[in-house]
T-cell receptor, first 116, second 110 residues
Framework: EPEVTQTPSHQVTQMGQEVILRCVPI?????FYWYRQILGQKVEFLVS????????KSEIFDDQFSVERPDGSNFTLKIRSTKLEDSAMYFC??????????????FGPGTRLTVL | RKEVEQDPGPFNVPEGATVAFNCTYS??????FFWYRQDCRKEPKLLMS???SGNEDGRFTAQLNRASQYISLLIRDSKLSDSATYLC???????????FGTGTQLKVEL
């Protein structure tokens, strides 16, 4: 069964450092997403990406965040200067089609980011 | 008011019990509704979509009441493997952004 993969599974970084979280979405999907979940809290939407551009982003996704699809398979989330409050589990997701109510978003296993 | 509201639980039930979870959402323009399951420190996985007419998948039944902005999930004959956090999820607007509730924790015990 096709699946979304993410690397690394755990990233530890110092405050102020840049991090890049990597995802390989399901190969025939068209829409890509990043969500995050702070420990003990709900899953929160960050950004959606379609046709090589951001289609929607949340208030959390400020200028410190960026996304890129550098090639035909990878989808990355970059945090330019990490803060303590960026510590969370970051989930990548992908889905196939826009206009179907049954359009399931498949989530990757997540990258746990710890900012020290 | 929270966009998607759930009772956090935990619900501790014996194996074989029937358990029901409820969820309310604040945006009347919400279009699509889902229940996801999340195991501890794992990714959310779709359990089932929720349709206006109600739908069933084996031991799981989901109901939607648009007038009350209320969604429910019923689990019959609960198994130990049903222990997880159940996330009420709503899609609103033209995009694909999912809005999650905080989840309801279920613990099924022997």
């Amino acid at each position: 069964e096709p699946e979304v993969t993410q690397t690394p599974s755990h990233q530890v970084t110092q405050m102020g450092q840049e991090v890049i979280l990597r995802c390989v979405p399901i190969s025939n999907h068209l829409y890509f997403y990043w969500y995050r979940q702070i420990l003990g809290q709900k899953v929160e939407f960050l950004v959606s990406f379609y046709n090589n551009e951001i289609s929607e982003k949340s208030e959390i996704f400020d200028d410190q965040f960026s996304v890129e699809r550098p090639d035909g398979s990878n989808f990355t989330l970059k945090i330019r200067s990490t803060k303590l409050e960026d510590s969370a589990m970051y989930f990548c997701a992908s889905s196939g089609f826009r206009d179907r109510a049954e359009n399931e978003q498949f989530f990757g296993p997540g990258t746990r980011l710890t900012v020290l | 008011r929270k966009e998607v509201e759930q009772d956090p639980g935990p619900f501790n039930v014996p194996e074989g019990a029937t358990v029901a979870f409820n969820c309310t959402y604040s945006n009347s323009a919400s279009q699509s509704f889902f229940w996801y399951r999340q195991d501890c420190r794992k990714e959310p996985k779709l359990l089932m979509s929720v349709y206006s007419s109600g739908n069933e998948d084996g031991r799981f039944t989901a109901q939607l009441n648009r007038a009350s902005q209320y969604i429910s999930l019923l689990i019959r004959d609960s198994k130990l493997s049903d222990s997880a956090t159940y996330l009420c999820v709503v899609k609103t607007g033209g995009g694909n952004k999912l809005t999650f509730g905080t989840g309801t924790q279920l613990k099924v015990e022997l």
